[in-house]
């Protein structure tokens, strides 16, 4: 049993604590370091491993142009492909990808409850898709908008492995303003509200920062959570309440 400050009562059911202080990047985008526990990181490479695995594999994205994306990449919920979602993994091979599981979604609205500290609509958040992306190597990510889903509530992300620098812009132009931010294993971010739709990007992974406990031999994981706003049929759902500072 645990005691002192972190006894049972002072802190009930959140287990999600911060170890560093969080800060607001831009409005509407939050950055908890160190939010997972060493323990939930661990757990979550083990689900991505099976993602990873099927039923749609985890490869690079072939972009319309030619060009293959440098992260290796798996959807969870809704496959994401340049530049539309579907149920269907249609430039992989075909086959519908794995359910988007309810313990995924509560751990999505315990981030907002935590980035917006309770006045974010996380009791609303209902993400339906993850994109998981592995960098090794040199893989980098260019900027660009989360901009085919049809909701406006917020984009977590969650980071295991190396560090990286997560570049976060504004939502005009891809190019100044914009703040350099460096994601290390366990961090948390959240853009929503008037961040939503600012371009960001991975334009470096710091390769071997990685803590060996979190089950990763090498390269960075990262996974977005999103509600695409997309029904079954293909219809929009719902609005987000505009909550969000
Ligand atoms: C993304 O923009 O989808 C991924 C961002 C990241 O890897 O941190
Ligand atoms: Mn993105």
Redesign the pocket.
Known sequence: MTEGPFAAGLFPAEPFRAARSRSDVAPGAVHVPGWLSVERQRALVEACRGWARGPVPMRRTVLPGGGVMS?RTVCVGWHWQPYRYSRTADDVNGARVAAFPDWLRDLGRAALREAYEDDGGHDVYAPDTA?V?F?DGGAR?GM?Q?KEERSGAP?V?L?VGDR?V?RFGNPRTRGRPYTDVE?ASGDL?VFGGPSRFAY???PKVYPGTADPAVGMVSG?L?V?LRETGLAPGGQREREWPNRIR
């Open positions: 992260v994109l992306n960098y990510m660009h989360d984009v992300s980071s990286c997560f994601l971010f960001h990007g991975v960075r990262n977005t």
